[in-house]
């Protein structure tokens, strides 16, 4: 009988780790420790801390895509009302874990992207797709005539996901919902609001 590959746990406690620890603080010793396997089970899976990491953004990443699209892919709403129903999901989530934990995208790009070229390219290629999703919402909310069109879409969705990650620094730091509530309140006041007001 084969034996169960321990893979995917510890991919699993690798991403547990990873959020709470970070990229740099994150050991393989705390990893096999939070999936419960010996060490050479890592060992025979992964070939580097960097390639582990890049496999589990990638989980984080589905993760993430699924949330946009429970909220962007929603056509019950506006357009706009969408891009407010994801920050609405996300700051839920952070408030869940007690603010404690913030996005490991934005971790990994202030911490493993100096370091790792192959990560700081997969950090890339992870934004332009997120930033795609936005710039359509984005999009079709210009067109529906609920936002400014002073702007191209993914210049406004670079925007908004940039400020969006800063804000979640800040909720790190804080350890408040405020910094994500106040970057609502002023994007749907100003860059996101609709045109005349």
């Known amino acids: 009988m084969a034996k169960k590959s321990l893979r995917e746990?510890?991919?699993?406690?690798?991403?547990?780790?990873?959020?709470?620890?970070?990229?740099?603080?994150?050991?393989?010793?705390?990893?096999?420790a939070a999936?419960?396997?010996?060490?050479?089970?890592?060992?025979?899976?992964f070939r580097s801390k960097e390639a582990f990491a890049g496999e589990v953004l990638e989980?984080?990443?589905?993760?993430?895509?699924?949330?946009v699209a429970r909220a962007l892919d929603d056509t019950s709403l506006a357009p706009r009302e969408r891009l407010r129903r994801y920050l609405d999901l996300i700051t839920g989530q952070l408030a869940a874990d007690e603010f404690r934990r913030g996005c490991l995208i934005g971790d990994f790009s202030l911490e493993a992207a100096p370091a790792s070229e192959r990560l700081r390219t997969q950090?890339?290629?992870?934004?332009?797709?997120?930033?795609?999703?936005?710039?359509?919402?984005?999009?079709?909310?210009?067109a529906a005539g609920e936002i400014e069109t002073t702007f191209a879409p993914a210049d406004l969705a670079e925007?908004?996901?940039?400020?969006?990650?800063?804000?979640?620094?800040?909720?790190?730091?804080e350890r408040t919902a405020e910094p994500l509530e106040r970057f609502q309140r002023i994007a749907f006041a100003t860059f996101l609001r609709p045109p005349g007001t």
């Open 9 to 32: 746990d510890i991919l699993d406690a690798g991403l547990r780790v990873m959020l709470q620890k970070g990229y740099a603080a994150a050991s393989v010793r705390d990893v096999v």
């Open 35 to 45: 999936a419960g396997v010996p060490q050479g089970s890592y060992t025979n899976h």
């Open 59 to 67: 989980r984080y990443f589905a993760h993430t895509q699924d949330l």
């Open 123 to 142: 950090l890339a290629g992870l934004f332009r797709e997120w930033r795609d999703r936005f710039a359509a919402c984005i999009a079709a909310a210009q």
């Open 159 to 173: 925007f908004l996901l940039a400020s969006w990650e800063g804000a979640i620094l800040r909720m790190k730091v």
